[in-house]
């Protein structure tokens, strides 16, 4: 996910309520966390600055308006500086990134037969060992589905993608294929590393997934488009990474573009309890008690705009997100009133 270093001043009339309210001084971090920024690091400068943030933030429009929000509220200036990570920085200096893929042969008879052979030791055996139990509603919400559809779900763990193929129908999981981060799973000869499950090849063939250039533009969505042609279904996070707050990050607008104009229906699935498991930024994995919580399926009528056909697909899995936040993750349950 990007980072940023944001550097601030502040009025002399913000120092004086800073002043007479030290938590004030909080204000520039909230504000950028209501933009589903995650916070770094925070420190007060003594010197030309007065604040300095470092955040993680989903994409350069989100970090641009959270600082264009504070530009005529509480600073007297600012300046936001994108950030490379150092290891990758000098990865980038040493050798030229390149990713592999898509591979068009992965739907192809014979590598889903090898896929379904590889269920369990990809996928299967994960949800057995870690979630203790996974309790699944709302299959029957893929009944009336004939053809393909764009499967979308809430993100916050690397379990996330385990656990919803481990919730789909037999005939769904049978030919669904995975947007994955291109700069994460598909780099050329794994990157440089040798484990398998970073090769470019294995996910294609045994993970069912295919590369999502981040920040790649309309173009990035024209292999979403030929699986869908070929009758594949698709499972796609919109937030675009794994959120770290308690509210939904904003939802990229690919799925609505791929949904309205292929015009296939769009299922929204809750997943409760995989934060637990695998949090961001940890490695080890903690079993406990995961739901998957399947949402009537939505179809787009003709000419819908694109952000209103967003906002729906966001509203279906927020207010799911929202009563299980309240009551418990037994209320992700869909029950038509």
Not at 27 to 34: A, D, F, G, I, K
Request: glycine share 8%; charged share 20%.
């Amino acid at each position: 996910m990007p980072a940023y270093v944001l550097l601030a001043n502040y009025s002399t009339d913000s120092m004086k309520g800073i002043a007479a309210a030290p938590s004030s001084y909080k204000q520039l971090r909230e504000q950028l966390e209501s933009w589903e920024a995650n916070i770094l690091h925070d420190y007060t400068l003594m010197g030309q600055h007065d604040h300095c943030v470092v955040f993680e933030v989903s994409d350069n429009f989100r970090a641009q308006k959270a600082v264009l929000e504070q530009d005529f509220c509480t600073t007297d200036g600012m300046e936001l500086l994108a950030a490379i990570d150092l290891p990758l920085f000098q990865k980038m200096v040493e050798r030229e990134i390149r990713t592999d893929g898509p591979h068009e042969w992965q739907v192809q008879l014979w590598a889903r037969a090898v896929r379904f052979c590889f269920r369990w030791y990809h996928y299967s055996r994960w949800v057995w060992k870690y979630c203790k139990p996974l309790t699944v509603t709302g299959k029957e919400h893929f009944r009336g589905i004939k053809g393909p559809c764009i499967v979308v779900a809430n993100h916050v763990s690397h379990m996330d993608a385990i656990i919803l193929f481990g919730s789909l129908p037999q005939r769904v999981k049978s030919n669904i294929y995975f947007g994955a981060a291109a700069d994460r799973w598909f780099l050329k000869n794994g990157g440089g590393r040798s484990e398998l499950a970073l090769q470019p090849w294995y996910n294609s063939l045994i993970g069912s997934t295919f590369p999502i250039t981040r920040g790649g533009g309309s173009k990035t969505l024209d292999y979403s488009k030929w699986l869908l042609d070929q009758g594949a279904s698709l499972a796609i996070f919109p937030e675009g990474t794994r959120s770290t707050s308690r509210h939904m990050a904003r939802f990229k607008h690919g799925v609505a573009l791929l949904a309205t104009e292929k015009k296939v229906p769009v299922v929204p699935v809750y997943l409760a309890g995989t934060a637990a498991l695998r949090p961001k930024g940890q490695r080890e994995v903690t079993p406990g008690p995961v739901s998957a919580h399947i949402q009537p399926p939505i179809y787009f009528e003709e000419g819908i705009e694109i952000p209103e056909a967003t906002r729906q697909i966001y509203v279906a899995l927020n207010s799911v997100h929202e009563r299980v936040l309240e009551h418990g993750p037994e209320a992700g349950h869909y029950k038509n009133n």
